[in-house]
């Protein structure tokens, strides 16, 4: 190719300490395609788009823009060039308004801010172009994760930009959400722009791709076109083997009820009604799982189950024990584990090691504590131990979780809740940034243990995930459980229109 | 007491109120810069004192009331720098340094009033009351609110420049950003410490004016331990003012009527209750007001952490 392409990465390093991040990284992107990149939990996805928009400086290389070589000291002098990124992490300002969270640092400190009209002019308008739906004095706090995103890509098109990188986008979002998104994303290749897209999520990429960049162990091994390839093989370049997507599972029937759940009502945060009367209960050696679009009350009656939220009324009942309206601490010792949907609020303490977030619920127990003393040396093998089962990328058991990439964090969650041996499992959104070898593995853990006789129940928006390996299906809606199914794929359209809230069967027959 | 007297009282009350929160004032309206910006500075108190000490002196040495605000300010500042450098630059603990800022402030402040001045025995010439013409006529609000001196006038001037500087210009927008959300404001290219550091001073710099105060617009000399605990008043005002500068005004306001309330009352000789219990009064007060409100909500969610980039 004659033509200069339009960003050009060239033999880019970036080390950690002793962790290699990016291993003399290359990459090419053109001017207006969408271009995507896959690759496992820690080869460096993140790390190099970090470099690419100034938000982390590189040890060695060259990132060519536009025909220049750049080299950016922060995110701004990126933006500058018109690089713009929405992180893993939303970078937005809990309680400022959309508009203002738009000019922060924008112009003079000492400029007066009396005339926000035209900000809001110009966000309408963009939102109105891309039809985005953002409204320019909402409180950000009051916006769903699903908004929130979209307040950060327009945020970046609102600062004028050609390169828009997006980490993750999706991995939060309902299917509906995404397909949005996906929609946007076209709209912008349209325009002109140029998208970098990452997720584990192969159709996806399949989906909305130009071409697809494949990394592993912090390089780029693979750019191929969407035209040529297929999720199979990108599976197969991305963890160098063949990924089942069809998981085998044995028959055996399930056992005695572990956990019952009776008419449970509770009220969000908000104070509105959440959860309506759910009642469902789960047998040993089951997996149940409850689909539905996010928001139906999902989240809540995880929190209400495991504690993290109170109780209107009802009952949950594990082994024969009520355990409704204890504490936290108290049901997590009723041997309840709970892999929940926000790891950075539920689930870890970011500036605490990979040990000891491990033994975060028995750090009083045997054989990591005795006599009040932590066993150091016990916590560090068994740690490091789950670090190798479940092969969790990180330099060593003392590193801060927080240093890993997102996939890792959740590995370890899983790994922890897992290794408790607990006769229950709830597991809210098990995928939240896995990538599909881990996911593989990680299911076949949860097989293991329903054939182990534990009873899990698995909430997902992910219909996939909940076809693969559930038992039965409940789909709620509005907080309240309208029905159940077999994880069976020809009856994809009933549980379609389950999730959407119509309970008619008759309809359906007509 | 027949009405008149009452009204009186009343009247007298209102203004030794607002003379008695004016270094509240400057001190809380300065910490909520602090505050919002996420560095909590519980080393207020110290320096207060610096800046009681600093305006003195130089007041003492020049007998210029305004070059004694200054060097009130600048002693805060100063003081206020030394905060900073170790709890932004070096990133050490806000409270360690905050209480160590607080001994530092009480010791040296009295070791040096010790050395130079305290055999002197002189006092200075302090701000004279303003009268604003015809409003200071009006019957007891004129002796309320219109006969106190340029400085304790000059807080309702701050109270409203704060406000307007903290929520209608483009640094305090930053400003709030920083102690919400530092990381945002990084990647919008803005340095944070330059922020952290900005806020500390401007809270330093009032502090130490509320400080000044004290010494030249209150009584006329330093004296060790003057500012007898209100730097840690003005923390609970800022709480609970929940981090505004308007709301810090009036319930500085409020705290001030404790202390009037007690200096009076302690005047009446038909009042029995032990002056040590009246003494108490408004750290009472600060003890109930905290245990009422118990506002969490309104606080910086990054209050008291450092920022580490990247
Ligand atoms: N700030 C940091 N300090 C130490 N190590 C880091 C840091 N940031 C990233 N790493 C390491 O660099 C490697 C690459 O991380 P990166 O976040 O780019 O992975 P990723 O491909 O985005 O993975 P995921 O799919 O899980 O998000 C990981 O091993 C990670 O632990
Ligand atoms: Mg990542």
Redesign the pocket.
């Known amino acids: 190719m004659s033509q200069k392409p339009f960003l050009r990465v060239e033999n880019i390093r970036?080390r950690?300490?002793p962790?290699?991040?990016?291993d003399g990284v290359s990459l090419e992107i053109e001017q207006g395609e969408i271009h995507s990149l896959l690759?496992?939990?820690?080869?460096?996805?993140?790390?190099?788009?970090?470099m690419i928009c100034g938000m982390?400086r590189p040890d060695e290389g060259e990132i060519v823009f536009k025909g220049q070589s750049v080299r950016f000291n922060s995110p701004r002098e990126a933006i500058r060039q018109r690089i713009g990124m929405v992180h893993?992490h939303f970078m937005l300002v809990p309680n400022l308004t959309v508009a203002e969270n738009y000019i922060l640092g924008q112009g003079s400190p000492l400029r007066v801010i009396n005339d926000m009209d035209e900000v809001h002019a110009k966000i309408r308008e963009l939102s109105d172009r891309y039809a985005l739906d953002v409204r320019p004095d909402a409180i950000i706090e009051d916006l769903s994760v699903g908004e929130q995103q979209r307040v950060e890509i327009l945020k970046v098109l609102f600062h004028g930009i050609d390169l828009l990188i997006l980490?993750?986008p999706t991995a939060v979002l309902t299917p509906q959400e995404t397909d949005r998104l996906l929609s946007l994303m076209g709209d912008l290749a349209k325009d002109g722009k140029t998208v970098v897209f990452?997720s584990?999520k192969l159709d996806e990429v399949m989906r909305v791709s130009n071409r697809i960049g494949v990394?592993r162990d912090?390089r780029v091994v693979h750019t191929v076109n969407v035209g040529e390839t297929n999720a199979r093989e990108l599976a197969r370049m991305m963890v160098g083997r063949d990924v089942r997507m069809e998981l085998p599972r044995s028959p055996e029937p399930p056992g005695h009820i572990v956990l019952s759940v009776d008419k449970l009502t509770c009220r969000a945060e908000t104070g509105l009604p959440a959860v309506r009367g759910v009642s469902l209960y789960v047998r040993a050696g089951e997996i149940v799982g409850i689909a539905g679009v996010s928001g139906n009350g999902q989240t809540e009656l995880s929190l209400a189950l495991s504690g993290l939220l109170p109780v209107d009324s009802g009952r949950v009942i594990l082994n024969g024990k009520d355990i409704t309206g204890l504490d936290p601490a108290r049901i997590n010792a009723s041997s309840f584990s709970h892999i929940p949907e926000d790891r950075h609020k539920h689930g870890i303490v970011a500036s605490m090691s990979l040990s000891e977030n491990t033994i975060l619920q028995r750090y009083d127990q045997k054989p990591f504590a005795s006599r009040g003393m932590l066993n150091r040396g016990v916590i560090g093998e068994h740690t490091r131990d789950l670090i190798k089962r479940f092969r969790i990328?990180?330099?060593d058991e003392d590193?801060p979780i927080g240093?890993?990439?997102?996939?890792?964090?959740?590995k370890l969650v899983v790994a922890r809740e897992l290794a408790r041996n607990p006769d229950f499992i709830l597991v809210n959104q098990l995928a939240r940034?896995?990538?599909i070898g881990a996911m593989e593995f990680v299911m076949e853990e949860m097989l293991k243990q329903r054939d182990n006789g534990r009873a899990i129940l698995l909430i997902s928006t992910e219909l996939e995930e909940l076809f693969a390996i559930c038992d039965r299906i409940l789909v709620m809606f509005h907080g309240e459980i309208l029905g159940e199914l077999p994880p069976d794929r020809t009856r994809l359209d009933e549980l379609g229109l389950l999730m959407a809230g119509q309970t008619n069967q008759p309809a359906l027959a007509s | 007491m027949d009405d008149m007297m009452f009204l009186t009282f009343l009247a007298t009350l209102a203004g030794a109120a607002w003379r008695l929160a004016t270094p509240l004032i400057f001190a809380s309206i300065g910490e909520i810069f602090s505050e919002r910006a996420g560095v909590l500075n519980i080393g207020l108190e110290g320096t207060m004192l610096v800046g009681a000490f600093c305006g003195f002196a130089a007041a003492f040495a020049t007998g210029s009331i305004p070059l004694g605000l200054l060097a009130g300010i600048a002693g805060g500042m100063l003081f206020g720098a030394i905060f900073a450098f170790f709890t932004i630059t070096i990133k050490a603990d806000q409270i360690v340094v905050g209480a160590a800022l607080n001994l530092l402030g009480m010791g040296l402040t009295a070791f040096l009033f010790r050395t130079y001045y305290v055999s002197t025995g002189k006092g200075i010439e302090i701000a004279q009351p303003v009268q604003i013409p015809f409003l200071s006529d009006i019957p007891f609000l004129g002796e309320a609110f219109f006969r106190q001196n340029l400085i304790v006038y000059s807080t309702v001037l701050v109270a409203i420049l704060a406000s307007l500087v903290l929520f209608r210009t483009s640094f305090g927008l930053t400003l709030r950003a920083v102690g919400e959300h530092p990381k945002a404001v990084d990647v919008a290219g803005r340095d944070v410490a330059s922020y952290r550091y900005a806020a500390v001073l401007v809270g330093t710099g009032l502090a130490g004016l509320g400080g000044a105060f004290l010494t030249l617009g209150h009584s006329n000399q330093f004296v060790e331990g003057i500012t007898s605990g209100r730097g840690f008043i003005a923390l609970a005002v800022v709480v609970f003012a929940r981090w505004s500068p308007i709301g810090a005004f009036f319930v500085s306001l409020l705290f001030g009527l404790f202390y009037a309330l007690q200096l009076m009352l302690q005047a009446q000789a038909s009042i029995v209750v032990p002056y040590q219990v009246l003494q108490a009064l408004p750290y009472i007060m600060t003890i109930v007001t905290l245990v009422v409100v118990r506002g969490k909500g309104a606080a910086p969610s990054k209050l008291g952490q450092p920022y580490e980039m990247?």
């Open positions: 970036k950690f300490g962790i290699v991040a990016s690759g496992e939990n820690g080869a460096g996805k993140s790390v190099l788009m970090s982390v893993q980490d993750e990452i584990h990394m912090g990328k990180s330099r590193q240093a890993l990439s997102g996939g890792n964090q959740q940034g896995i990538d | 990247r």
